[in-house]
Each structure stands twice: as C-alpha cells, then as structure tokens.
C-alpha cells in the first residue's frame, strides 16, 4: 500500500528564514512519482513540482528546491528566504505502477506559517 | 491558474439529501480526478474517469458516483448525505490517466450537510 508520512503538522518561522518541509513515502511499486503541492487559504491545490523514481537529481527553481533520496524514501522540500506569502499548506503526494497508477495519496499536509 | 473548474463553491445540505459537484477540465485533458479532502487532513482519492470510463476507484461507498461527458467535463454525486461528507471536494484534470501525468487541480467545493 502506499503511504506517504509529513511528520511536521506546522511549522512557524520568520520572514526570510530557511525552512524545509519533510516528506518519507512508502510504496510497493517499481516506478512513482512524487509531487509537491500547495494548498494557500483559498482552497486550490497548486503544483509544484513531479520528480520519478529514476530522478535523485535534486532540483532548484528559484527560492524552491527539492532534495529526493531513494535510500532514504524521502522527498523534502526547501524554501530558502521564506516569505509571508509562502504562508500555506504543502502537500507531499505519491503515485506509481503496477499498484496505484494515477491515484494520487497525500501525506496529512504541513502547515507553514511565515512571519513578518 | 489551472483552467479547471468547479461548481458550485459552496453548498449547504441537509442528511439523506443527494448533491451533484460540476467539474470541468483544463483545455487538452481528457481525464479527472474527484477527491475528498476532511478539514485538517490530505485529499482522499474518490474515483477518476478517463475518455468518460471510470478508471480506478478508491475506498468510498457506492453512494458515490461519478460520470463523464463527451467534452471530458465531469460529476460527482452522492446520494444519502451524511454528516461526515462534509467537506472540501477537489477535482482535478491530467492530459491522460496515466501516472506519469500531473493533476491540475480545481478551487474545489465545499459541501457542508447539516
């Protein structure tokens, strides 16, 4: 089964500091595909990133970055320079092949709150 | 923004009652997905349809059901409401049902049953 694990229920930091949101996923398939999304008060769910299984590069779009380790089964994410308007919550989300095709399973989601 | 859309925004039932949620996908995009997201927790996958089939179904009652029409717009519907199908209901549209392709997802409903 899948299962995808944000152990940080909230998070408060400070404009302009460094925080990094956890994820650790568990699944059976043989190839997945680990997402990122954000959930600002509004209610949509925003994407963010999609990194596959066969990808440990980690990846940087400007203030974002993504650190996958297979070994590890985790899929954290960074925001450097926080920033008030980063104030939301941030799904980590799971799906692969064989099991699960292209259901998504979400961890419970990390609220963060950045102050000014 | 997405492109997806959802209708209504919000909606107030009563218990036993039945509600339809329109969804309606992003240009290009032949596939959606319902979830159901509780307050304080992670969406919870409902069903998908594909090409107007559904297309894999997670663990909810038969009193959830879906359709897809032939411009891949879509409906979720539940009939008998109970009080714990409040909640927020997002849709979400990817280019096939394949796992490799992102959900985009809409602003989502909010279902409150009294």
């Known amino acids: 089964a899948q299962k995808v694990t944000q152990a940080q229920t909230e998070i408060s930091v400070v404009e302009k500091e460094d925080v990094t949101l956890d994820c650790v996923y568990e699944?059976?398939?043989?190839?997945?595909?680990l997402f990122w999304y954000k959930q600002p008060p509004s209610g949509e769910l925003v994407f963010l990133i999609r990194?596959?299984?066969?990808?440990?590069q980690n990846e940087i779009s400007g203030r974002y970055s993504w650190n996958f380790q297979k070994s590890t089964s985790s899929f954290n994410f960074t925001i450097t320079a926080s920033q008030v308007v980063d104030s939301a919550v941030y799904f980590c989300?799971?799906?692969?092949?064989?099991?699960?095709?292209?259901?998504?399973?979400f961890g419970e989601g990390t609220q963060l709150t950045v102050n000014p | 923004e997405t492109g997806v859309t959802q209708s209504p925004t919000h909606l107030i039932k009563t218990r036993g009652q039945q509600v339809t949620l329109r969804c309606s996908s992003q240009?290009?995009?032949?596939?959606v997905s319902w979830y159901q997201q509780a307050l304080g927790q992670g969406p919870q996958f409902i069903f998908q349809?594909?090409?107007?089939?559904?297309?894999g179904r997670g663990n909810f009652p038969p009193r959830f059901s879906g359709l897809q029409f032939p411009n891949y717009s879509s409906e979720l519907n539940v009939n008998a409401l109970e009080l714990d199908d409040s909640a927020l209901y997002l849709c979400?549209?990817?280019?096939?049902?394949?796992?490799?392709?992102?959900?985009?997802f809409g602003p989502g409903t909010r279902l409150t049953v009294l």
């Open positions: 979400a549209s990817s280019r096939s049902g394949a796992s490799t392709d992102t959900q985009y």
């Open positions: 240009s290009g995009h032949n596939t």
């Open positions: 349809y594909y090409r107007e089939e559904e297309n």
């Open positions: 990194r596959n299984s066969f990808d440990e």
């Open positions: 989300a799971l799906s692969g092949v064989p099991t699960s095709g292209s259901r998504l399973t």
């Open positions: 699944t059976r398939d043989t190839t997945y595909y």
